[in-house]
C-alpha cells in the first residue's frame, strides 16, 4: 500500500516538469498578443540549472539528467505550440481564453504562479505539519494577505458533482471589491490522483480568470502524508467505512487548514456543495463589527455542519494540529465543537439568517440522499437585519435556559415562554434610541409547531422609563398573522427615534409560546 501511494505521487510530480518561473514566464504567450518576455528566455528558464538542480528540497522526486530533459522537452513542445497557435490566441480575451484540447496536466502547469514553491516551503514548517509537500495544481497566492479565505474539501462521490457550482456561487454572490478581498482554496483530497488533476483542470478551465487573478488555488496534499486509516477505533460503533471516511476527512480539513493559515486575516469553512449568499463578505464583516473586543473562538454563519464557520486564521495551526491529534476519535463538527469550548467560548454564537444553504442531493459518504437544508438561509445578505444593543424582558415564565436573547441575538436557540395569556409581553428596550424601518418576528418552531402566537400585536415605545425596563408611551404598529409579522417603512408613522420595541399577546392560549427569530432595520437620522 505504501509503494503504491508513493508511486501515484511521483507520476503526479513528473506529470508537471516545468519549473513554476519557466511556466509564469510561458504563461503570457498563451494570454497576450504581447508578452513581456523573448521565447529564448522562457526556455533558458525552462532547463534547470546546476543551482536549480542543487536546490531540489527533501521530499521532492530528485533532480536528474533525465528531469532535465524532460523539461527541455515539454518547453520545446511549448514553444513550437505557440509558433503553430500565436496568430488564433491574439484574437480572444485573455481573461476568457479556454485552454480546451490540452492534456490536463498542461493545463494545470499554464496556470502554476511563479514563487509558489517559496510559499509552499514556508507552509512546510507548521509544527505538527512540516513533513507534508502540497502540491499546487493551480492558483496564484497573493503577496499580500487577504481579508478571508474561504476553504473547502472536495472527494470523488459515488453519485452528485457540486464543486462547480459551489465555486460559481461563491464568485457570483460577491462583488468585484469583495472578490479583491478574497481568495478560495480547495483541496482536491480524493486519494486517486488522477481524479484530482482531471477536476483540477476541469475547473481550471472553467474559472481561469478567478485563478489568473489569484482568487482561487487548487491544492493537493499527497496520501503518504496521511495518517493510517486502517484498523482505526470503532467509536459509537461506526461501521468500519464510515470511520475510515470521516477520519480522512478530519485529516483532508487538518491540511487545508495548515496550508490557508497565512493566506488572510480569517478563514470560513464550507463544503463542496454550498449556496451562498449575495454579498456575504460583507456580511461577515458586519458581524466581526459587532463582535469587536470579544475573544470569540467561531463565529457561525449556518446552523449545519460544519459550513459557514469562521475562524481567526491565527487558530489554524492550532485547530489543523487538533484535527491531527484526534482524526479518529469523532466527526469533524463534533471536533470543531470541542476546539471552541478549549478556547473558552462557551455558547454557540450564530448569525441569523444563515448565509449558507446545503445543496446537495447524494452524500459525500456512499452517494446516501441527504435532503438536509438549513431552514434560516437568506439569498441577500445586504437585507440582514441590524437589531441594535438592548435588553430583553418578558412577563411569560422562561422555559428553563430558553432565555429571550436567544431570539434577539446571536446565541443558539430560540425563546420558550410558558402559559401565554392576555397583556403578557416581550419587550426590547434599546440603549440608544433608533429609527426603526422594519421588523419581522417569527414564531413557533419546526419541532413545536403548534407553540406559536395565536394573537398578538407588535408595538413601537418612546419615553423609556428610568428603570430602563419599559417605555411610558407604545404605537401599535400591525398584528401578527399565522404566527408572523413584518412590516416595513415604519418610520413615517413615528414622530421620532424608537426606544422600545414590544409584542403584546392579546389572546389566551394554552400552547406555550415559541419565539424563534426577532429582525429589526434602522437608519441613520433623527
Avoid at 458533482?161 to 480524493?190: G, R
Avoid at 459525500?364 to 440582514?384: M, V
Avoid at 437589531?387 to 430560540?414: D, Q
Avoid at 413545536?448 to 413601537?460: W, Y
Wanted: proline content about 6%; hydrophobic content about 40%; charged content about 20%.
Amino acid at each position: 500500500m505504501g509503494k503504491a501511494k508513493a508511486s501515484g505521487s511521483r507520476s503526479l510530480q513528473a506529470s508537471l516538469p516545468l519549473p513554476p518561473s519557466a511556466v509564469a514566464c510561458f504563461l503570457p504567450y498563451l494570454i497576450s498578443p504581447r508578452p513581456p518576455l523573448s521565447s529564448q528566455t522562457c526556455l533558458k528558464l525552462a532547463i534547470p540549472s546546476e543551482h536549480t538542480a542543487s536546490a531540489c528540497r527533501p521530499g521532492a522526486m530528485r533532480c536528474s539528467l533525465k528531469r532535465s530533459l524532460t523539461a527541455a522537452l515539454a518547453a520545446s513542445f511549448l514553444l513550437l505550440l505557440l509558433l503553430l497557435q500565436g496568430g488564433s490566441w491574439q484574437e480572444q480575451d485573455p481573461l476568457e481564453v479556454e485552454p480546451g484540447g490540452l492534456a490536463p496536466a498542461t493545463v494545470l502547469q499554464m496556470l502554476q504562479p511563479e514563487g509558489a514553491q517559496r510559499i509552499l516551503r514556508d507552509m512546510d514548517d507548521l509544527s505538527a505539519l512540516h513533513n507534508v509537500s502540497y502540491h499546487l495544481l493551480a492558483g496564484s497566492l497573493s503577496p499580500r494577505k487577504k481579508f478571508l479565505a474561504v476553504g473547502l474539501a472536495s472527494v470523488q462521490r459515488p453519485r452528485g458533482y457540486y464543486l462547480p457550482a459551489t465555486l460559481q456561487s461563491l464568485f457570483k454572490q460577491s462583488t468585484e471589491e469583495e472578490l479583491q478581498e478574497m481568495v478560495v482554496v480547495v483541496h482536491l483530497a480524493d486519494a486517486d490522483p488522477r481524479w484530482n488533476v482531471h477536476v483540477a483542470a476541469n475547473i481550471a478551465r472553467k474559472f481561469a480568470h478567478h485563478i489568473l487573478l489569484g482568487q482561487l488555488l487548487l491544492i493537493h496534499a499527497p496520501q503518504e502524508f496521511y495518517p493510517t486509516l486502517e484498523g482505526l477505533k470503532r467509536n459509537y460503533n461506526d461501521p468500519e467505512e464510515r470511520v475510515r471516511f470521516r477520519s480522512k476527512q478530519n485529516v483532508d480539513y487538518a491540511f487545508l487548514l495548515a496550508f490557508a493559515a497565512n493566506l488572510s486575516s480569517y478563514y470560513l469553512m464550507i463544503e463542496d456543495d454550498v449556496w451562498c449568499a449575495k454579498s456575504f463578505l460583507t456580511a461577515i464583516r458586519k458581524a466581526l463589527a459587532s463582535q469587536e473586543g470579544s475573544n470569540w473562538a467561531t463565529l457561525e454563519f449556518s446552523k449545519l455542519g460544519y459550513i459557514g464557520k469562521l475562524y481567526r486564521s491565527s487558530d489554524l495551526p492550532r485547530l489543523a494540529r487538533f484535527l491531527l491529534l484526534f482524526y479518529q476519535e469523532m466527526p469533524c463538527d463534533w471536533l470543531l465543537v470541542h476546539f471552541r469550548l478549549l478556547l473558552t467560548q462557551k455558547d454557540v454564537i450564530r448569525f441569523k439568517p444563515s448565509l449558507f444553504q446545503h445543496m446537495g442531493l447524494y452524500s459525500s459518504f456512499q452517494g446516501t440522499i441527504n435532503r438536509l437544508e438549513d431552514d434560516e438561509f437568506q439569498a441577500d445578505a445586504l437585507d440582514l437585519p441590524d437589531n441594535p444593543p438592548a435588553a430583553l424582558f418578558t412577563s411569560m415564565p422562561i422555559f428553563e435556559n430558553y432565555e429571550p436573547l436567544k431570539a434577539y441575538g446571536t446565541a443558539e436557540g430560540y425563546f420558550w415562554g410558558k402559559d401565554p395569556a392576555a397583556g403578557s409581553v416581550f419587550s426590547i428596550i434599546f440603549h440608544q434610541p433608533a429609527r426603526v424601518t422594519r421588523v419581522r418576528v417569527r414564531t413557533g418552531s419546526d419541532e413545536r409547531q403548534s407553540d406559536f402566537l395565536r394573537a398578538g400585536v407588535l408595538e413601537l415605545g418612546r419615553q423609556r422609563q428610568a428603570d430602563g425596563r419599559d417605555c411610558s408611551a407604545y404605537t401599535t404598529v400591525g398584528t401578527f398573522e399565522k404566527g408572523t409579522f413584518e412590516r416595513r417603512g415604519l418610520e413615517s408613522g413615528m414622530p421620532g427615534p424608537v426606544e422600545c420595541v414590544r409584542i403584546r399577546v392579546t389572546r389566551d392560549q394554552s400552547e406555550w409560546l415559541i419565539i424563534q427569530s426577532i429582525d429589526i432595520w434602522t437608519t441613520s437620522g433623527t
